[in-house]
Structures are given as C-alpha cells and as structure tokens.
C-alpha cells in the first residue's frame, strides 16, 4: 500500500505513484515485447526454429499489403506490418532492406533467419514498430522475404500475430499516479468564549489519478483525528472526511477529474480555555492499494 501526505493547514503535498510492468515470456522464437525506456513495441527474437517455415508470398498475401511503400530494387528485406487495437492502420509501411538478393545456392529456410539474427544485432536487439505506442498494438506481421519486383511471388520466413508465431505482450497499463490538495486551510474565524465548543469549519480537497483507482483519505491517522491547539490552553480540534472522524480512512474512486473530498474540523474544550489566536496542523493520508 502506498500513502500520500498532504499538509493541513500548512505544509506542501507529495505524488505518490507505482508501476505495472511486465515481462513478456515468449511462447514462440518471436515476440513483441514493450520497452519502457522507449515507450515503444518491439519485436524480438529468431525465426530458426521449425514453428517457422517458408512460405511463398506476393503483394497481396502480406496483411496489410496495401500499405507498404514496394522497393524499387530486389533484395532481402524485413516487411513488417501491423495494425492497432480499434482496426486502424498506419499511414505507410517502408520495407527494410538487410542485404542483396539470395544466391541461387543459398536456402531460404537458412539463410533468412541468419540475415535476419545479423540484423537484429545492428538494430540493437529487435525492431521498433514505428508510431506504435502504449497498448495500442493489436496484429502484427513480421516477414524476411528474398523480394523480386519480377515475380509473383518469393520466398519469406516470418509469422503473424494470432497464429502462434508472434506473441503479443500484456496490455500496457500506465504507472498510477494520484494526489490530493497540496495545501488546506481550515479557518475559525472570531469566536466568543460561549461559542468556541462545537465550532465548525469546512473547506474542500480534490483527489485526482491518471487512471481511475480506489483509493482512500483520513485526516490525522496517527492521533485519531485529533490536532492539538498551540496559542492557548485547554481547546483541541477533531477532523473528519466527508463526515468520517476518528482518524478513520474513507474509501472512494478517483480519476481524471477532480473528485471533492470534505474536510471539516470540530473545535472541542477540555477545561478553562484561555483567550488569543490558536493554531495548529496535521495531515491529509491518501492511499492507494
């Protein structure tokens, strides 16, 4: 459980955050994993292993094919297409290109996946899908094809997503993040001797995340609820939210939006009280489980 403190009367809020974060076990050679340095998708791994096996593709048999940009010259490349959650495609696709075309005695079933390991080595490890951010990845498909502008069709190894030859990570969740009113001032006014037991005051603190979350708010936890007055004798002040005293937490949903929490001090005596101008402060907690 994490809490957050935010000064009552006087004193500065603090942002109390923690991260989901996953990672991806790859059921195939290829994955996508998620890297949080680049907030970006990636995809990992090798295809030289038999769960992979060469097809022969065309223009029209790559998903998505209608928007790749087709190369002007034959050779090895990476053709990878992808499509985000919602059926969006992106713009334009530019294959890669790894190398000059196969020779004649080179094997496809071999030789792509070797280029394509090479490849990945310059590319730090796997390759960036482009304008693919957050949880938006949906269906990918990644192909090292021997191209040939002069031919139906040409040698690929690779897979889709949804075939068991991609495995796609998690959904992203975004680190949670909440925070409460920095400071609140609660104030009493003038009072007369007669009508200091009892006095009221009130005032509002907002509790805001970045995703919606439970969480929870009590005002001074650690004395129950109660702020002892400097300034004069025998009067002390007992707090609640939304009506909760006690020092007792108060659950609710929190998001994006400001959610109103009530914050309300009851002025108690205990004894002769003395005259002159009181004070004192404690602490809002928010928690998130």
Not at 187 to 193: E, P
């Amino acid at each position: 459980m994490k809490a957050l403190r935010a000064a009552l009367l006087h004193g500065v809020g603090l942002v109390c955050a923690f991260s989901a974060f996953w990672t991806t076990v790859a059921n195939a050679a290829l994955f996508i994993e998620y890297e949080e340095r680049d907030k970006a998708y990636a995809v990992k791994g090798n295809i030289d292993e038999g769960v992979y096996t060469v097809t022969w593709e065309s223009k029209t048999t790559i998903p998505y094919s209608r928007n790749i940009i087709w190369p002007t010259r034959d050779g090895v490349y990476m053709i990878v297409t992808y499509m985000e959650i919602g059926g969006n495609f992106f713009p334009s696709f530019d294959p890669v290109f790894l190398r000059k075309s196969l020779a004649q005695t080179e094997v496809p079933d071999g030789k792509l996946p070797a280029i394509l390991n090479e490849s990945f080595e310059l590319f730090g490890g796997g390759y960036t899908l482009k304008f693919l951010e957050g949880n938006r990845v949906d269906t990918v498909s990644f192909m090292v094809c021997d191209y040939r502008r002069n031919k139906a069709t040409w040698p690929c190894k690779g897979a889709r997503s949804g075939s068991a030859g991609i495995t796609l990570p998690p959904p992203v969740v975004p680190a949670l993040t909440c925070s409460i009113s920095s400071s609140i001032e609660l104030q009493h006014g003038d009072l007369s001797m007669d009508s200091v037991e009892g006095d009221r005051s009130s005032t509002t603190a907002y509790v805001s995340c970045n995703r919606e979350a439970k969480v929870s708010v009590a005002a001074a936890p650690h004395t129950q609820g109660i702020v002892e007055l400097t300034g004069v004798s025998g009067l002390r002040s007992e707090l609640s939210i939304n009506g909760t005293g006690g020092g007792q937490k108060v659950s609710m949903t929190a998001n994006t939006f400001s959610t109103a929490v009530r914050v309300e001090p009851v002025l108690h005596t205990d004894g002769a009280v003395t005259a002159g101008v009181f004070r004192g402060g404690s602490y809002l907690v928010l928690s998130i489980p």
